[in-house]
């Protein structure tokens, strides 16, 4: 049977108590209550502090579940400027110079939420790995209190979202998923004025289903389009269907729910036991398949179909691709938002730049929702988004 390490001040039992009355007591709390809990927790696995900190919607600050929980007047923290920020972006726990403090990242499978904050004296190693098991109770309880919870839903946020963007985030999935075998990453700008993108990534046995969908406009219709279409996405391949069906049935619910309204599409499906790789484009910008940190040309371009909603030639339906992967290789979908957006002096992003970002990213150690994440602060720097900007980045890791 598992049990925590001894910390001082702390038995083997006591421990495992600590844990299992967080969870006990966690049922029937608000959120505004996660930290003092937290707090109580921690202090009876040995710790003097235990201070949670959720990511912002645009992963560029770090915040204090509640104003009581950093009476020290540290209630916000930059993601790229600090110790808990390093915690955040490399997924793993960052002790403090004097030793008194570790900054433990929160993580849900592998969907990154933000970071616990462990105090005492001296971080023991016996300490440093209660925090851990501590930070995997608390991501636990957090996301399953998110989905319902607006202190939790609204913690994320800095400013009020758009209608149009709330539809759409109310569709999408955790931003980042995966397994042993493989890990997938989205990500969406403007994250509170989004209009038609929206993207798509589930596990189902063996396979990574992979969508990222462009509605013409963005407006209300816009995201209606698009949360509709996730939902016929959805609704297809749990019965079983083919990426054509899934295609077939998207462009239909369109036509009949929301006409005159297109978009554009790359529909796939990634078996991770043997790297094939299956995919439809209906009009979307050509995914880029990067191999031993370079972008393979037009590895995955084929004859473009045209987009969703203008009526899909039933009797010739639309054929599926098919390549197979090697281990390591990285898939990129985009949207044309991202190479379109524009420097003040009008020059453009460029697939070549998106290419070589990434690559650099890659490069230097940073896994795939680090890798989006300062793609799109690359992006942000220099240039001006004229249009919805989502990106989706599957690595397959085969062990």
Not at 304 to 319: E, R
Not at 363 to 388: C, F, K, V, Y
Request: charged share 20%.
């Amino acid at each position: 049977m598992w049990t925590l390490p001894r910390a001082p001040g702390a038995t083997v039992a006591s421990g495992d108590a600590a844990l299992s009355e967080l969870v006990a007591r966690s049922h029937r709390v608000s959120a505004g209550e996660i930290p003092s809990l937290v707090e109580a927790a921690g202090r009876h696995l040995g710790l003097s502090g235990a201070r949670v900190y959720l990511v912002d919607l645009q992963q560029s600050r770090l915040v204090a579940l509640s104003a009581d929980a950093a009476p020290d007047g540290g209630a916000t923290l930059d993601i790229d400027g600090s110790l808990a920020g390093l915690a955040y972006r490399t997924q793993e726990t960052q002790p403090s110079r004097d030793g008194a403090t570790a900054w433990v990242p929160l993580i849900d499978g592998v969907e990154r939420l933000g970071v616990l904050k462990a105090t005492a004296p001296t971080m023991e190693p016996e300490l440093l790995e209660a925090s851990a098991a501590l930070a995997g109770v608390v991501a636990l309880l957090v996301v399953s209190k998110s989905t319902y919870t607006e202190e939790l839903i609204t913690q994320e946020r800095t400013r009020a979202m758009t209608i149009q963007a709330e539809l759409l985030w109310a569709f999408m999935p955790p931003r980042t998923i995966g397994t042993r075998q493989v890990t997938s990453s989205a990500l969406l700008e403007p994250a509170y004025d989004a209009g038609g993108d929206a993207f798509d990534h589930s596990l189902t046995d063996n396979v990574l289903h992979l969508s990222l969908l462009d509605a013409m406009g963005h407006d209300l219709a816009s995201g209606g389009a698009s949360a509709a279409a996730l939902a016929a996405s959805r609704a297809t391949h749990r019965d079983g269907g083919t990426l054509t069906d899934i295609a077939i049935t998207i462009d239909d619910t369109l036509n009949q729910w929301i006409p005159d309204r297109m978009m554009t599409a790359v529909i796939a499906r990634l078996d991770v036991t043997d790297g094939s790789l299956t995919w439809i484009n209906c009009g979307h910008p050509t995914p880029l398949l990067i191999r031993d940190g370079h972008v393979l040309p037009q590895a995955l371009e084929r004859s473009p179909l045209p987009p969703l909603g203008l009526g899909l030639d039933t009797g010739n339906p639309p054929a599926e691709n098919h390549t197979r992967l090697q281990p390591g290789d990285r898939i990129l979908l985009y949207s044309d938002g991202v190479i379109e957006a524009r420097t003040t002096e009008g020059t453009l992003f460029g697939e070549q730049r998106l290419g070589d970002t990434v690559i650099r990213s890659m490069t230097s150690g940073d896994n795939a929702p680090e890798t989006l994440r300062r793609l799109l602060q690359n992006i942000h720097h220099d240039h001006q988004l004229r249009d919805d900007a989502t990106l989706l980045l599957a690595h397959w890791h085969p062990t």
